[in-house]
T-cell receptor
């Protein structure tokens, strides 16, 4: 069983469209994250949810809206897509957002978004 | 503001060589330091987690050390194999988020 799974794996769309990426984890973790990996392979946090509550929102345009219907799911909706949104988006989870072994992050396989 | 730097950016070694990847961070107030491996087009695989109270962790041929006071971590890979070729990422946890370095792209030649 895949611990952190994302769908879709690939997404090609036109500028101005709205799209969603879904993430599910079966690890029983309380905390989930969205990270963006740009063309230079640099990974940067976008959002973090703990027990369905938003705890980190890193200066991301408000066209990006995360939603956590329950602890096991964290979806990312993007409105009015722009060329610069093209990237690989990674979902991750951890037992909690703090330190110690509970803070270890587990990542999904990524969703590659291409905006034309 | 926490910044994480990895040196070198790329490394090519012959099979069987022992090697060291370096990671440095600017703020020593970290919870954990985590080393990941990323294969092309794939997600991140967690290799080792060092908690702030620990000095090192070992898993098979991998050994990671942490020196919080100097803001440094090293990942030692013994007897490298072509299958070790990948990008290795270092990340530190603080304030509820993981801050990544740019990664070291490792190529192990047969």
């Amino acid at each position: 069983d895949t611990a952190v799974s994302q769908t879709p794996k690939y997404l090609v769309t036109q500028m101005g469209n709205d799209k969603s990426i879904k993430c599910e984890q079966n690890l029983g973790h309380d905390t989930m994250y969205w990270y963006k990996q740009d063309s230079k392979k640099f990974l940067k946090i976008m959002f973090s949810y703990n027990n369905k509550e938003l705890i980190i929102n890193e200066t991301v345009p408000n066209r990006f809206s995360p939603k956590s219907p329950d602890k096991a799911h964290l979806n990312l909706h993007i409105n009015s897509l722009e060329l610069g949104d093209s990237a690989v988006y990674f979902c991750a989870s951890s037992q909690d957002p703090g330190g110690g072994a509970a803070g270890e992050l587990f990542f999904g396989e990524g969703s590659r978004l291409t905006v034309l | 503001k926490q910044e994480v730097t990895q040196i070198p950016a790329a490394l090519s070694v012959p099979e069987g060589e022992n090697l060291v990847l370096n990671c440095s961070f600017t703020d020593s107030a970290i919870y954990n330091l985590q080393w990941f491996r990323q294969d092309p087009g794939k997600g991140l695989t967690s290799l080792l987690l060092i908690q702030s109270s620990q000095r090192e962790q070992t898993s098979g041929r991998l050994n990671a050390s942490l020196d919080k006071s100097s803001g440094r971590s090293t990942l030692y890979i013994a007897a490298s194999q072509p299958g070790d070729s990948a990008t290795y990422l270092c990340a530190v946890t603080g304030g509820g988020k993981l801050i990544f370095g740019q990664g070291t792209e490792l190529s192990v030649k047969p």
